[in-house]
């Protein structure tokens, strides 16, 4: 017969320990908090707000911004390509925006923490056994051991280092290199034209920096619609990025006036820095999941089931650490959803339908499905284009490039995708995935009113183009 011992319901500290504070542990948190729950987040000094406030998301972005600021570089079509906001940038310049908005970002994932009256361990966390965990500080004595009813693995990735190359931080870097830099490179090669990597290749070639980019695969970004890649690629190359394509790094030498990078076919690449863009690893190696009866993949990822559930129930996994799709956007919805679960509160699914924004100079960005996709499942569809140097907007912006493209369904005129490159790319592409959402058509669009002159009437003409396409062929095939 079990004693009253066995059968008392264990106590914990806290109903919900967090290990790491990034989008998915910090929105885990907050739900948590806001179930009336009793929370903790387990995070390292000196990186509140995770990589995404960190060394990723943010820095990158604010960088980016900084480029395009003080290059003046997107306001050349109008002023000439001379303009310049100042003609002699620092890396001092581009590096104080981003300590400036990572530092207030920071103060407001600590403050909604704190509000939301969550605990913060400063500290490296690991498992003592399935619902005990370690949290170690770099201070003298600075340990706590806590007990958690539940706990959300939020502890993203670092970026992967190749066993074969030495980094220095200096001539061989990899992406949280680049915002510990101490000047701005003449030259620079970029291995990997993933989307950090191509996202860095295309701010230092905004700045002037003659970036080389080798990729092993024929093609990059090949997630994306094609017409935008080749768009993109011939901006960058129009910025002086020369793209090594089917081509491997053998070695990279460094001397001391800058490196050599060798490619197997032979070619060697002079420049000032290399930065290695080579995919990124979950950050389990530290955590003792052996204590819980977890393991990680080669890659140091955790599976988890729909509901973000491991293979132990009460412990759940979120964000960067595993896996698909690997962007701040979705950690955080990850981390809601998963606290919900924990506390069985009524919660749905993630919507299927989800953005993918690329913040390269100029921007690209999409949902739904592609040209490529749709004809592989021989769904018939037509496509809708408009241009930004027929909107007004574009003529005002100084923007003649971008482009907006409607995949519609020849069948029920439903919205099957939506494709933008150009300024402001990442935010119109919400108005298409709203539409999409709601299984709306392009007609929607064509009785629509929007705002003029604005971007997004690239929308209205996108429709009107593909509806005069639709109608010609129904004109067409009437007998
Ligand atoms: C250069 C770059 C640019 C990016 N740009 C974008 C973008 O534009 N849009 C977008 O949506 N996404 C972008 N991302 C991806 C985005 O940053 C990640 O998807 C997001 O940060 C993942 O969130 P996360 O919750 O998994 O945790 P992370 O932000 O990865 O943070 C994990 C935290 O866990 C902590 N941690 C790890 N182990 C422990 C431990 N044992 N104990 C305590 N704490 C621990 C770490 O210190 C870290 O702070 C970018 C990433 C990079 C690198």
Redesign the pocket.
């Known amino acids: 017969m079990a004693s009253d011992v066995d059968t008392a319901e264990p106590v914990y500290d806290y109903d919900l320990l967090v290990?790491?504070?990034?989008?998915?542990?910090h929105k885990a948190a907050i739900a948590a908090a806001k179930l009336g729950k009793k929370v903790a987040v387990?995070?390292?000094r000196n990186?509140m707000g995770?990589?995404?406030v960190n060394?990723?998301?943010i820095p990158?972005?604010t960088l980016r911004e900084a480029v395009l600021y003080l290059t003046g570089f997107s306001q050349r079509d109008m002023y000439g390509p001379s303009y310049r906001v100042k003609s002699q940038i620092t890396i001092a310049d581009l590096l104080a925006r981003c300590a400036h908005v990572v530092g207030r970002e920071i103060e407001v994932v600590r403050n909604q923490l704190l509000r939301n009256r969550v605990d913060i361990l400063t500290g490296?966390?690991?498992f003592v056994d399935e619902h005990t965990v370690e949290v170690v500080g770099e201070a003298r004595g600075e340990r706590h051991v806590v007990s958690a009813a539940n706990i959300v693995i939020?502890?993203?990735?670092r970026p992967a280092r190749p066993p074969q190359v030495q980094f220095d931080e200096e001539y061989v870097l990899d992406?949280d290199g680049v915002l510990a830099l101490d000047r701005i490179p003449t030259t620079m090669v970029v291995v990997g034209a993933g989307v950090?990597g191509i996202e860095y290749a295309s701010m230092f070639a905004a700045l002037g920096t003659r970036v080389t980019v080798v990729e092993k695969r024929p093609q990059m970004l090949s997630f994306c619609d094609p017409e935008v890649v080749e768009s993109l690629k011939f901006h960058l190359r129009d910025q002086g990025v020369t793209f090594r394509f089917g081509e491997e790094v053998e070695r990279v030498e460094v001397t001391k006036k800058g490196t050599v990078t060798s490619l197997v076919s032979g070619k060697r690449i002079a420049a000032d820095m290399v930065m290695y863009s080579a995919g990124r690893q979950g950050?389990t190696d530290?955590?003792r999941l052996e204590n819980t009866g977890l393991e990680a993949d080669e890659r140091g990822r955790l599976a988890v089931d729909k509901t973000y559930r491991t293979t132990v129930p009460h412990i759940f996994a979120?964000?960067?650490?595993i896996g698909f799709p690997?962007?701040?956007?979705t950690?955080m919805d990850q981390?809601r959803i998963a606290a919900c679960h924990a506390f069985d509160e009524p919660v749905r699914d993630l919507q299927e339908l989800q953005p993918i924004?690329i913040?390269t100079v100029p921007e690209i960005s999409y949902c739904g499905r592609t040209e490529a996709e749709l004809t592989a499942a021989s769904v018939p569809y037509e496509v809708g284009m408009a241009r930004y140097r027929e909107l007004a907007r574009g003529a005002i912006c100084g923007d003649s490039y971008g482009m907006l493209k409607l995949l519609v369904s020849t069948e029920d005129r439903r919205l099957l995708g939506v494709h933008v490159f150009g300024t402001n790319a990442t935010d119109l592409v919400h108005i298409g995935q709203a539409i999409m959402g709601c299984g709306g058509t392009v007609d929607y669009l064509v009785d629509t009113v929007l705002n003029y002159p604005t971007l997004s009437e690239a929308y209205k003409v996108a429709a009107l183009d593909v509806t005069n396409k639709l109608r010609a062929l129904e004109t067409y095939s009437v007998e």
């Open positions: 290990i790491g504070s990034g989008p998915g542990g387990a995070e390292k990186m995770g990589v995404c060394t990723g998301t990158s972005k490296t966390a690991r939020a502890t993203g990735t992406s950090i950050v530290e955590l979120v964000g960067d650490v690997a962007l701040a956007a950690s981390g924004g913040y």
